[in-house]
């Protein structure tokens, strides 16, 4: 395994792909294997909205904000993280106060915040699921039991902040071969699943966190994890400064393991 990712090193470095920018990433419309939705709602961390906010109080005041997650409470409140312009730091808005969201790309007005936000409260909520109930749909499913396993291969797939048909297509056979395996039954739409994908874009924290679970999963989960790694890397045929940098620190990771 560390052969395979040592390997990689021998290919050749390339300039990062182009692509139009969405949210803090590149994309590029002719490499999705589905159409984007009309509004990019999947993609908007990074992106500058303007908030109609209610306060405990019942005040209400108008800020710019530049999007970071949406995490969850202890309580199951849903809270917005973003960079508040007006106060010059991170602020936390909770969603159930938020009356209106002005897209500042478009200038549109969204008055269903939850709607607008949804792809990334989606992953606010798969990120808190503890424990499976019988009428939980089979993508929250399998979106909760292949999360640290999508977080260490989301690391490297937005490595170069665009993720390509040839890498939706190794996430996609990850995804298959873990619904087979923990048994979920069901369709799982590849629309939703994408946009959650694209909303998720681990920082190196949640890289670590997650590749400690990845290497303390089962033998066979961990491994076929890991076999996944060049894949996405040499999805494109180029490994760029970024991705070599991500896959080095692995490699000293991995070593120290093994």
């Known amino acids: 395994m ?81 960079f508040c312009e007006l106060r010059q730091a991170r602020r936390s808005f909770r969603v159930d106060r938020i009356v209106e969201i002005i897209d500042t790309r478009t200038g549109e007005v969204h008055e269903e915040p939850e709607a607008f936000l949804s792809d990334l409260l989606l992953v606010a909520k798969m990120q808190r699921t503890k424990k499976r109930t019988p009428s939980e749909d089979p993508t929250s499913v399998l979106l909760r039991e292949s999360t640290e396993g999508l977080t260490v291969l989301l690391y490297f797939g937005h490595a170069d902040q665009h993720l390509k048909r040839q890498e939706r297509r190794i996430l996609w056979s990850y995804l298959d071969w873990q619904q087979d395996r923990c048994s979920i039954r069901g369709r799982v739409p590849r629309r939703s699943v994408n946009s959650w994908m694209d909303a998720m874009l681990p920082d190196t924290y949640q890289f670590s966190d997650a590749l400690e679970k990845v290497l303390n999963s089962e033998r066979v989960h961990r491994n076929h994890v890991l076999s996944r790694i060049p894949e996405i890397v040499l999805a494109d045929g180029v490994v760029d400064s970024e991705e070599r940098n991500r896959l080095q620190s692995l490699l000293e990771l991995l070593e120290q393991q093994f």
Do not use: N
């Not at 090193?9 to 984007?36: L, N």
């Not at 908007?44 to 969850?72: C, H, N, Q």
């Open 2 to 82: 560390l052969q395979s990712l040592l390997s990689v090193f021998g290919e050749r470095k390339a300039t990062p792909p182009t692509g139009f920018r969405i949210g803090g990433a590149s994309f590029d419309t002719a490499d999705m294997e589905v159409e984007p939705s009309s509004d990019e709602v999947g993609r908007l961390v990074g992106v500058r909205l303007a908030l109609t906010y209610e306060d405990s109080k019942g005040d209400r005041t108008r800020r710019l904000i530049v999007v970071e997650k949406v995490s969850r409470t202890a309580a199951g409140e849903y809270c917005l993280q973003a």
